[in-house]
C-alpha cells in the first residue's frame, strides 16, 4: 500500500528535481565541509554499478528456470525475431522520415567550428579496440573464452547464449529420466536464486530516487543550463524520433497486436521506464521491466523471452540513435548521402546496436564507427562528436527508456501469439 501513495516514479522524479536544484545553486563550489556535487555523482554511480552486477546472474537464472518450467520452443525464437526486425524497420523509417523531411541538420550547416568551440574541452568518444561493425567478429566476440568471462565483462548476448545452452541441456536431462532427484534440486535452486536475485535488484531499486538525485547534481554543476543554448536543434531533431517510435508505435502495436491499450501500456510502464530512465540502464532495470509486466497480464514465458532472452535484440532506442545522429551530423557537415549510403548508415546502426550494446555509454561510443560507415572524415568526426556529449546524458537516458518500452512491447506481443495452456 505504501508503494500507491508515493509510487517509484514520483520519487524518482523527485530525485531529479533535488539534483537539478543542488547542481543549479552551487555548481563546482562546495556545498559543505568540502564537498562538491563532482563528489556525489560517483556515489550515486555505486547504485547503478550494483544493479548492473546483479542483473546479468538474474538473466542466467531466469531463462535456465524459464527451460525448466516452460518449453521456449524454436517458433517463440522465431516470432521473437520477427517483432524485432519489424520494430528496428519502423525504428529506422521513423528516422530518414524526420531526417529527410525536416532536415535539422541544415542548420548546423558551416558552423560546426564555432559550435565546437561553444561545447569545447570535451575529448571525442573514442571506440574500444574490440569495437567493430563487422557480423563475422561481432559474432566471434560472443563467444566467452571461459565460464566466467560474460559475467566479468556483463557480456550479455554471451551469458544468454551460455543460459539457454544450460537450461535446454539440464530440461534434456529431466526429460530424459536421468537423475531425477538431482533435477528436481537443481530446479529448487534455481527457483530459490531467482527470487532472491530478483527480491536483492527490488531492493536496490528503491535507492534509486537517491541516486538519481547525486548524479543529476553532478552532471548539472559541470555543465551547466546554458550548454542547451546551440545543442537544441540536434537534441529536439533525436528526442522527436525517439518519442515517434517510443509513445506511437508501441502503444499502438500493442493495443493493436496485444490487445492492450495505449493507456494501459503506457502507465504500466511507469515504474520500468523512469527506472531506466534514471539509472540510464535498460538491463539494471530488468527486474522491474519483469514485474510491470506480470501487472500487465504478460505471461512469465513471453516476459522473459523478451526482457531476458531478447534483450540485445530490443535495443531500438540505440539504433534509432546511431542511424539519426549520423544523418543529423552529415546533413551538418553538408554531405548529402543517396538511398544507398543511407541504407549502409541504417545497416551499421543496427549491427552497433546489437553487437556493441552491453559497452557503457555504447550509443556515444560507437558513434564514430556508423560516421565513419557513411563515408564522413576522420577530421569531421573529431570535430563533430565533443558537440553531443553536453546532451549525451540526456539522450543515453532516454535511450533507456525506449529500450525498456521495446522489451515491454515485444512481450506484449509474443504473448498474443504463445498458445495458451488449459
Excluded at 70 to 93: F, H, I, Q
Excluded at 107 to 114: I, P, Q, T, V, Y
Aim: proline share 5%.
Amino acid at each position: 500500500m505504501e508503494e500507491r501513495r508515493f509510487p517509484l516514479y514520483l520519487r524518482v522524479v523527485t530525485g531529479v528535481v533535488v539534483g537539478l536544484a543542488l547542481g543549479a545553486w552551487f555548481g563546482t563550489a562546495p556545498i559543505a565541509f568540502g564537498i562538491t556535487t563532482g563528489d556525489l555523482g560517483p556515489l550515486g554511480m555505486l547504485v547503478i554499478r550494483l544493479l548492473k552486477a546483479l542483473a546479468t546472474p538474474l538473466i542466467l537464472v531466469a531463462i535456465v528456470d524459464a527451460f525448466l518450467k516452460t518449453k521456449v520452443s524454436a517458433a517463440s525464437g522465431v516470432r521473437l525475431a520477427a517483432v524485432c526486425l519489424v520494430n528496428v524497420s519502423v525504428a529506422m523509417a521513423i528516422g530518414l522520415v524526420v531526417l529527410d523531411g525536416l532536415h535539422p541538420g541544415a542548420r548546423w550547416e558551416g558552423h560546426l567550428e564555432a559550435l565546437g568551440l561553444v561545447a569545447g574541452g570535451h575529448a571525442p568518444a573514442a571506440a574500444p579496440a574490440t569495437a567493430t561493425l563487422s557480423p563475422f567478429a561481432n559474432f566471434a566476440a560472443l563467444i566467452p573464452e571461459s565460464v566466467v568471462e560474460p559475467f566479468a565483462k556483463n557480456g550479455v548476448i554471451s551469458v544468454v547464449l551460455l543460459a539457454v545452452l544450460g537450461g535446454a541441456a539440464l530440461r534434456h536431462v529431466r526429460e530424459g529420466g536421468e537423475h531425477p532427484e538431482g533435477s528436481a534440486t537443481v530446479g529448487r535452486v534455481v527457483d530459490v536464486a531467482y527470487a532472491g536475485l530478483t527480491t536483492m535488484l527490488l531492493w536496490i531499486a528503491e535507492l534509486m530516487p537517491f541516486a538519481v538525485a547525486l548524479i543529476i547534481a553532478d552532471v548539472v554543476g559541470k555543465a551547466g543550463i546554458t550548454v542547451f543554448a546551440s545543442l537544441w536543434v540536434f537534441l529536439v531533431a533525436i528526442l522527436v524520433g525517439l518519442g515517434a517510435h517510443a509513445l506511437v508505435y508501441y502503444p499502438l502495436s500493442a493495443w493493436l497486436v496485444g490487445r492492450i491499450t495505449p493507456r494501459r501500456y503506457l502507465t504500466g510502464a511507469v515504474d520500468a521506464v523512469v527506472t531506466a530512465v534514471s539509472c540510464n540502464s535498460s538491463l539494471a532495470t530488468m527486474p522491474v521491466t519483469l514485474r510491470c509486466l506480470r501487472a500487465l497480464g504478460v505471461s512469465e514465458e513471453a516476459a522473459r523471452l523478451s526482457a531476458c532472452v531478447g534483450t540485445n535484440f530490443n535495443n531500438d532506442g540505440i539504433m534509432l540513435y546511431e542511424a539519426m545522429a549520423t544523418l543529423f551530423l552529415c546533413q551538418a557537415l553538408g554531405l548529402h548521402l543517396s538511398i544507398g549510403q543511407q541504407f549502409t548508415v541504417l545497416v551499421s546502426a543496427v549491427m552497433a546496436g546489437v553487437g556493441i550494446a552491453g559497452i557503457p555509454e555504447a550509443g556515444l561510443i560507437i558513434l564514430p564507427l556508423v560516421l565513419a560507415a557513411a563515408g564522413v572524415p576522420d577530421a569531421a568526426v573529431a570535430v563533430a562528436i565533443p558537440l553531443v556529449v553536453p546532451v549525451d546524458w540526456i539522450i543515453a537516458r532516454v535511450r533507456s527508456g525506449v529500450n525498456v518500452l521495446a522489451d515491454m512491447q515485444v512481450a506484449i506481443v509474443l504473448d498474443r501469439f504463445e498458445p495458451k495452456s488449459g
